[in-house]
Antibody, heavy 116, light 111 residues
Framework: EVQLVESGGGLVQPGRSLRLSCAAS????????MHWVRQAPGKGLEWVSG????????GYADSVKGRFTISRDNAKNSLYLQMNSLRAEDTALYYC?????????WGRGTLVTVSS | QSALTQPRSVSGSPGQSVTISCTGT?????????VSWYQQHPGRAPKLMIY???KRPSGVPDRFSGSKSGNTASLTISGLQAEDEADYYC???????????FGTGTKVTVL
């Protein structure tokens, strides 16, 4: 089955770190760029970060630049998001998504809650 | 990286048509034909409805159509059905790959 499954979310204190993972299956992972998109409770979708198929290019939203790092391991069919210096405003459901200039495959998301 | 602007809500009766606008700038919607639209029901992941401004993925009803003029893209739902009640988001490539930007979201209500 073609799917993306996120993991690694949880409750974390402000200023701490968390690493999200996204496991891909059912398709050739290294054929695609991959992204993280988040949705704060009751709010809209926000693009967070993206990475090209070969790790050659990465990009970040201004709101997370310098704090978050996206990476991928094509041998493990996995996407990652290292989140440092977390803030309350980073509280959201984090989705990973497959990209072909549009996002055609989404995971179910993993919830990150930043609170003391 | 400002969010694309969408109306907060639109509504229509079953069978009617509704159109959702998505206004960006010459740095995103106005320059690139990489505008996509997503439907999201409560508690569910977003679903791709339109890509490359006007194209429909397999399985998406032809009641859904997309267009673009200048810095504004639009999604039209013709023959509105109860199951179309959901939140809709536009998205555009924003240059300097791999940057993208989403719209603010529109709630569609079927009266």
């Amino acid at each position: 089955e073609v799917q993306l499954v996120e993991s690694g979310g949880g409750l974390v204190q402000p200023g701490r770190s968390l690493r999200l993972s996204c496991a891909a299956s059912g398709f050739t992972f290294d054929d695609y760029a991959m992204h993280w998109v988040r949705q704060a409770p009751g709010k809209g979708l926000e693009w967070v970060s993206g990475i090209s198929w070969n790790n050659g290019r990465t990009g970040y939203a201004d709101s997370v630049k310098g704090r978050f790092t996206i990476s991928r391991d094509n041998a493990k069919n996995s996407l990652y998001l290292q989140m440092n210096s977390l803030r309350a405003e980073d509280t959201a459901l984090y989705y990973c998504a497959r990209e072909l200039w549009y996002f055609d495959l989404w995971g179910r998301g993993t919830l990150v809650t930043v609170s003391s | 990286q400002s969010a694309l602007t969408q109306p907060r809500s639109v509504s229509g009766s079953p069978g009617q048509s509704v159109t959702i606008s998505c206004t960006g700038t010459s740095s995103d919607v106005g320059t690139y034909n990489y505008v996509s639209w997503y439907q999201q029901h409560p508690g569910r992941a977003p679903k791709l409805m339109i890509y490359d401004v006007t194209k429909r993925p397999s399985g998406v009803p032809d009641r859904f159509s997309g267009s673009k003029s200048g810095n504004t893209a639009s999604l039209t739902i013709s023959g509105l059905q109860a199951e179309d009640e959901a939140d809709y988001y536009c998205c555009s490539y924003a240059g300097s790959y791999p940057h993208f930007v989403f719209g603010t979201g529109t709630k569609v209500t079927v009266l």
